[in-house]
């Protein structure tokens, strides 16, 4: 089985593109992140990242997705699965947010990184110039420029290949990294990777 997670500063179009692969008929797993916000602020809790628990539910969220998509988790399981975003993304999350790294978001780490959970290939899209504003998304466009900084950081930090995937339109971004999969795990993936 193959995770490939696509990640990127907050607002580059990775749900959309994830959402574009579904269309095509391909496995995918959506953003904890967005979700425990979600989930949080429709419990009352206007700015969920603030809390001191944050990372650690969003980190166990991503491992509840990952858990539903291993062998054994029902016949006909697809050999591909794309994430939108990881544990290194919670990582990059935590040092941006000036956490330290918690036990279970360090034992994570290592778990993924023996393991070999996730494909070495990561795709990530590039920014789009701005940030729309959400309920989950309250972040400048230079925040999340720095935010993304700290991804790319995280991810070469642990060994992973970064994929540029330039911006497009989602079916365009789709396709290129559809493209890139037969060599994702080349030294040099279609000259995108």
């Not at 904890?32 to 009352?44: D, K, L, N, P, S």
């Amino acid at each position: 089985m193959k995770r490939y997670v696509l990640t990127g500063t907050p607002g580059a179009g990775k749900t959309t593109v994830i959402e574009e692969l579904r269309r095509l008929g391909h496995a995918v797993v959506g953003e904890a992140a967005t979700e425990v916000i979600a989930r949080r602020q429709a419990a009352g809790q206007a700015m969920p990242w603030q809390a001191p628990e944050f990372v650690d539910a969003v980190l166990e969220l991503q491992r509840q997705w990952e858990s539903a998509t291993g062998p054994g988790c029902g016949e006909g399981q697809p050999d591909v699965w794309f994430f939108d975003r990881s544990p290194v993304c919670t990582l990059a999350l935590s040092r941006y947010l000036g956490r330290p790294e918690s036990p279970a978001l360090a034992a994570e780490i290592e778990r993924i990184r023996r393991a070999g959970t996730y494909e070495r290939t990561v795709f990530f899209l590039a920014n789009l110039g701005y940030v729309v504003p959400s309920a989950a998304r309250r972040i400048s466009f230079e925040q999340a420029v720095e935010f993304e900084r700290v991804h790319r950081e995280a991810y070469e930090e642990l060994g992973y290949r970064l994929c540029d995937i330039p911006v497009g339109t989602p079916e365009e971004r789709a396709k290129m990294i559809l493209a890139a999969l037969d060599s994702a795990d080349q030294p040099r993936g279609l000259g995108l990777c």
